[in-house]
């Protein structure tokens, strides 16, 4: 399918923050190793990150590798258009080193058997008092785990493709992670903070 980014493409924007969240536990107790580069892979068309937080500490990473698999803005118009996209969960990686491979376990994400999430945007509206914000809804896949979650974002005002935005999502309705323990200080919270920063391609003229 033909792939139309209208100037409102915007709406594609956020949808990324669907995406799952991350774990700031590290099992074995250990040391931790120095923070390292977070790098989207040069194919994905912008950049994917979360934050979890315990009582004892954040952690952030991102989802190097995902892509766009429909974007139509029917006239232009935001409020009609439907974006879906995909996220490769076996590239997810810890900006502190030694966490990745934790969460690529089945301890949290379980990329062996659940390896990717399919995220649907769709019902954008403009914000109330916020030039070129919009809200949208967003319905997030993984594995056989179905969540409908509100997103937030806004297009750069120099370039109407760049898209920013955020959203919170919960890591234990898409089966991400044991449930959160407040007796215990490792445990993760169950919000993860999800932000966005991508440019939409521009279409080809005709």
């Known amino acids: 399918m033909a792939l139309r980014y209208a100037r409102s493409a915007a709406v594609a924007g956020l949808l990324l923050a669907l995406v799952l969240p991350l774990s700031a536990q590290r099992p074995d ?3 931790r190793p120095p923070q390292q580069p977070l ?5 994905s068309p912008g950049t994917i990150a979360f934050t979890g937080k315990s009582a004892s500490h954040a952690s952030s990473g991102i989802f190097p590798k995902w892509k766009f698999t429909r974007v ?3 006239e232009g118009d935001m409020t009609k258009g439907v974006v879906e996209l995909e996220i490769d969960l076996t590239t ?3 900006e502190k080193g030694g966490l990745t491979n934790h969460l690529r376990s089945g301890d949290f994400f379980d990329v062996v058997s659940r390896p990717k999430a399919l995220v649907r945007i769709e019902g954008a509206t403009p914000v ?3 030039e ?3 809200d949208a809804k967003a319905t997030v896949v993984v594995g056989d785990a179905r969540v409908t979650l509100p997103v937030r974002f806004f297009t750069a005002p120099d370039d109407p493709n760049h898209i920013r935005g955020e959203a919170v999502v919960s890591r234990t309705r898409l089966k ?3 449930p959160y323990d407040p ?3 490792r445990s993760v919270e169950d919000s993860v903070r999800v932000t966005i920063d991508a440019k939409l391609p521009t279409p080809n003229p005709g």
Do not use: K, L
Request: hydrophobic share 25%.
């Open 72 to 74: 139509e803005i029917p």
């Open 183 to 185: 007796n215990n200080q």
């Open 176 to 178: 991400v992670g044991a």
């Open 128 to 130: 109330e008092g916020q």
């Open 132 to 134: 070129r914000g919009y």
């Open 92 to 94: 997810v990686t810890a």
């Open 29 to 31: 107790g250990g040391q």
């Open 39 to 43: 790098v989207s892979d040069p194919s």
